[in-house]
């Protein structure tokens, strides 16, 4: 990994205590009390529950000083089986053959294996193609390590409560209370919460055997038992001779703030006992704060590396099933198209289990998604009978290319005509969308910057109009002029006038999108900022930032200008950090629903289509990883049976989409386009 070469984050109370000794590259693992969400000084947020493993990767300058954190999850426990109330994750080691040792809060009933509070389970990753078994899509197998019934370990009060096993395979463990464990003589030895305990093994697993010994007694030093137990732990033999773990460096984290003999802080931090010298190392290992957590989050479980984990990839690359998804397309597109004799009711959404779409007339502003569907499987399949329907249910929209009335003929003729174009070079094709592009700019206000949405009142912009812009690129590239007489230039200036003033107006310092704007006509100022079709005024509808992400990735590419990739990066890197677990959003990414009839399929599918080619154009090669990643995780979702209709129970393919918040839970035109759009461009990635 390169050193990076940045400003200190904070005057960091951790460098100030052995700064020598800290590495200029650090991995820890993290768990924590409660579910919650950190970001690291790269933008990402990750999300975690309380059965999760983070790994924080920690950067120093010479002076060590903290100058970049970045988070990854590591560990899902809900994805092998740790789900429950009392199978929270409360101690941690990583072995050197890079599998896991974690205890539960409670009994944890995982495949295969049960396990108390006083036991340890071992967790061995599941490698498979490109994935490690680690990351969002964690799998493996579970076994039984320790039992520790077996060997004393039995009241409520002894359980595992933090957890390091040296490299001679001792494990030096603290319990969650007071209690006791046979001593060498037969002699019960006493612990408390504040206590460290080292049990040698003599036997391991199921039939645990060996010896208990008094390893650190918190309280000679100065934690009190209220408030400074120990329950996270990692010793540090590194600097040692391994068999002398008596003079090992101990890394704690207790269950509440402490101030022992020199040392202080929260029960987010880690603060450092020097074994040799007897006495706490002045300031912290590690600062919470820094690392990004918030004050109300408690260090459960902890190891710092390194690991063989520090650097294995933790990115999950899905098998998308995209020639099996178009095969069901091709079926069901071409099932409307048999039905229809006129080739003029667009198909636009429908209720669940509808075999049958509603249809618009050529009116409408989703009128040019299915011929648009339909150029799609021509591109796919290199077939005339798909050309031919396109061709035919396109010549039914050539009258909207002189409406001046609306903004929308990015999505009526962009997808019909110019994709028509792009795919045959068809110079009829290009004259109805150079004559289109110039009713567009009919509408485009120089005091505003911008093209008018929707008609009436002042002059209202919305954020989905950053895709109709394509489709004056595509002229401005063709000779194409304006309705005042202006030429390709000008075309083009429009455009990113338009995208400019988007992002000056619609974009928020987090990265989140206003949906309208409201500008005055005449000065150009900004009247009001509201939503039509999201939760609240300063909520986020999930399509609105989908349009977002998709429309200046789409500027970026045509301009060329770093302004618009730095907003495709903000825009993608909000929609990113703020997706649930299955990586498709709700109606509003504010919405206090959780469940699938209050999804939005269709900002998945327009984001997925956008972050793909954002990744392509990306010059930043880790961030271009991450964007294809969210992407393919996005579409991993929707190809699966929650989201994917296969059947002809339902005219379309994504179930589960929304127009407004907080949701109707239907199948959309439009979502299926860009769901199609996205399988093609991620088939075409290297």
């Not at 109370?13 to 924590?32: C, F, G, K, N």
């Not at 078994?133 to 060997?151: I, K, P, Q």
């Not at 290992?285 to 690991?307: C, E, F, K, N």
């Amino acid at each position: 990994m390169h050193r990076p070469n940045r400003q200190p984050l904070v005057e960091c109370l951790e460098q100030r205590a052995v700064p020598a000794t800290l590495p200029l590259i650090e991995v820890v693992y993290l768990s924590l009390e409660a579910a919650g969400a950190v970001t690291g000084t790269d933008g990402v947020r990750v999300s975690y529950d309380d059965s999760d493993i983070l790994r924080t990767t920690l950067a120093r300058n010479e002076a060590g000083e903290l100058i970049d954190v970045r988070h990854e999850l590591l560990f899902d426990g809900s994805d092998v089986g740790l789900s429950g109330d009392g199978e929270d994750l409360d101690a941690l080691a990583i072995l050197p053959d890079g599998t896991l040792v974690i205890s539960t809060t409670g009994r944890a009933t995982v495949p295969g294996v049960t396990a108390e509070d006083e036991d340890l389970l071992r967790f061995t990753p599941a490698a498979a193609g490109l994935n490690s078994g680690l990351g969002r899509r964690t799998a493996g197998a579970w076994s039984l390590l320790f039992d520790g019934s077996d060997v004393g370990l039995s009241s409520d009060y002894e359980d595992i409560d933090a957890l390091s096993i040296l490299p001679d395979g001792r494990l030096v463990i603290s319990t969650l209370d007071s209690g006791s464990v046979p001593g060498p003589t037969g002699s019960g030895i006493s612990i408390r919460g504040e206590d460290l305990l080292v049990f040698t093994p003599t036997g391991i697993g199921p039939t645990t055997r060996g010896v208990w010994a008094k390893f650190f007694d918190g309280s000679n030093v100065g934690l009190a038992y209220s408030s400074e137990r120990i329950d996270a732990l990692d010793v540090d033999t590194s600097d040692i001779d391994a068999s002398a773990a008596d003079a090992a460096l101990l890394h704690l984290s207790t269950s509440g703030s402490f101030g022992a003999l020199g040392a202080s802080g929260q029960d987010e931090d880690v603060l450092t006992f020097d074994q040799a010298a007897g006495a706490f190392v002045p300031g912290l290992r590690l600062r919470g704060l820094s690392l990004g957590l918030q004050s109300s989050a408690d260090i459960d479980a902890l190891h710092i590396g390194p690991t063989p984990l520090d650097a294995v990839d933790l990115t999950y690359t899905p098998v998308i099933d995209v020639a099996g998804v178009l095969s069901v397309a091709q079926t069901k597109l071409a099932a409307h198209d048999a039905k229809s004799t006129t080739k003029l009711n667009y198909p636009s959404e429908h209720w669940p289990n509808s075999a049958t779409w509603m249809t618009t007339t050529s009116s409408r502003w989703e009128a040019g998604f299915y011929p648009g569907a339909l150029w799609q499987m021509f591109e796919h399949t290199g077939q005339a009978s798909w050309q031919a329907r396109a061709a035919a249910w396109t010549a039914g929209l050539e009258g909207r290319k002189n409406d001046t009335s609306t903004h929308d003929l990015g999505f009526v003729i962009g997808n019909s005509f110019g994709q028509g174009y792009r795919l045959t070079g068809d110079p009829a094709y290009l004259d109805v969308v150079l004559m289109a592009a110039r009713s567009l700019t009919s509408r485009y206000d120089p005091d505003v910057g911008a093209i008018r949405s929707w008609n009436g009142g002042n002059f209202q912009v919305i954020i989905d109009n950053l895709m109709n812009l394509e489709l004056l690129f595509l002229a401005a590239r063709h000779g194409g002029t304006t309705a005042s007489g202006g030429g390709s230039q000008d075309l083009y200036n429009m455009a990113v006038s338009h995208a400019t003033t988007t992002l000056a107006n619609h974009v928020r310092a987090n990265g989140s999108t206003y949906h309208v704007v409201d500008f005055s006509p005449t000065t150009g100022a900004v009247l009001d900022k509201y939503t039509a079709q999201g939760k609240s005024d300063e909520s986020t509808w999930a399509r609105g930032q989908a349009w977002a992400v998709y429309g200046f990735t789409m500027v970026y590419r045509e301009s060329g200008e770093a302004t618009f990739l730095e907003a495709a990066r903000r825009t993608a890197d909000y929609f990113l950090a703020n997706l649930p677990d299955d990586y498709v959003p709700m109606a509003d990414f504010q919405s206090p629903y959780t469940d699938l009839a209050h999804k939005d399929s269709s900002a998945a599918a327009i984001a997925a289509s956008g972050l793909i080619e954002l990744s392509q154009l990306e010059t930043d090669s880790q961030r271009g990883q991450r964007y294809r990643a969210g992407a393919a995780n996005m579409l991993d979702s929707l190809t699966s049976p929650t989201y994917l209709s296969r059947t002809s129970a339902n005219a379309g393919l994504l179930m589960h989409g929304a127009r407004t918040y907080p949701g109707e839970n239907r199948t959309y035109m439009f979502g299926d386009y860009y769901f199609l759009e996205a399988l093609l461009r991620y088939s075409k990635l290297p």
